[in-house]
């Protein structure tokens, strides 16, 4: 996958609350919150290189102190992600989503700073390990089996350039190319080429596969003279390759 990174673990964790104060029924403050907040022109490499320790935790809750009977909340950490995350558990369960630049999603809550009902003593913030998926977010994605010329269409029609070569599977991470138009911007997304069972996971299926799931149109890319992976496997003709596609 080289240097494209669509999947990453972390270790987030909600501050810890603040002291109470028991003399003077005084209340600490609540651990600060950690958000993961999509931002534009973020990548999941760039969060990777900024922080190799991939550990966000966030700030404690203040004292309770005869000057502030009540403590001020922690400081809040905020984690700056792509668009198009979705947000797992460390069990595969989704929690939650961001696709919209701005979106924000609560990771860890702080905790509780000490007051009476937790007899002055403060709460843990909470912690987890959640996992970042990237499912990229392009207007059209080029859908094809290996070879059959979608970095070409691609190369020609924007301004990308993806490595082009007489064999299978040229293209191994997606590659996204921009259409200028007077109104608007259109984003073309070249996906690696897909083999026969991809959707049962063969080959590199579900990782290549989930790359399609938020592209507003699908392009089907198909080599007119038929197509054959390698001696090994059966020759289709365009029509079949067309079927096999959509299966």
Same mark, same amino acid.
């Given at each position: 996958?080289?240097?494209? *990174?669509? =999947? ?14 028991? @003399? ?8 600060? =919150? %950690? ?7 973020t990548?999941?490499?760039? *969060?990777?290189? @900024?922080?190799?320790?991939? @550990?966000?935790?966030?700030g404690t ?55 009476l ?12 390990? %959640?996992?970042? =998926? ?14 059959a ?33 007077a109104?608007?911007?259109? %984003? %073309? ?5 897909? *083999? ?17 799931? @938020? ?33």
């Open positions: 996958y080289g240097n494209f *990174i669509d =999947d990453l673990r972390l270790y987030v964790r909600g501050g810890t609350g603040g002291m109470g104060y028991p @003399r003077l029924g005084g209340e600490g403050g609540r651990g600060g =919150d %950690v958000w993961f907040v999509a931002q534009e022109r990548t999941l490499k760039s *969060i990777r290189d @900024r922080y190799p320790q991939k @550990r966000f935790v966030a809750g203040a004292n309770s102190s005869v000057q502030a009977l009540k403590g001020e909340k922690g400081k809040d950490c905020e984690v700056h992600v792509p668009l198009g995350i979705s947000v797992l558990c460390d069990d595969g369960k989704q929690i939650g989503e961001l696709n919209a630049a701005g979106e924000r999603f609560l990771a860890a809550r702080g905790g509780l700073g000490g007051s009902a937790t007899n002055f003593v403060p709460c843990k913030g909470q912690k987890r390990i %959640v996992r970042l =998926d990237l499912k990229l977010i392009a207007d059209v994605g080029l859908v094809g089996f290996p070879n010329g979608k970095s070409s269409l691609l190369s020609k029609i924007s301004h990308a350039k993806p490595e082009i070569a007489n064999y299978a599977f040229t293209t191994i991470q997606p590659e996204l190319g921009k259409i200028m138009y109104d608007y911007k259109q %984003v %073309v997304a070249d996906l690696p080429g897909l *083999i026969e069972g991809a959707h049962a996971n063969k080959g590199m299926g579900h990782k290549f596969l989930k790359h399609v799931e @938020r592209t507003k149109q699908l392009l089907l890319v198909v080599d007119v003279s038929g197509f054959q992976l390698s001696i090994k496997t059966q020759f289709r003709t365009a029509f079949e390759t067309i079927l096999l596609l959509t299966k």
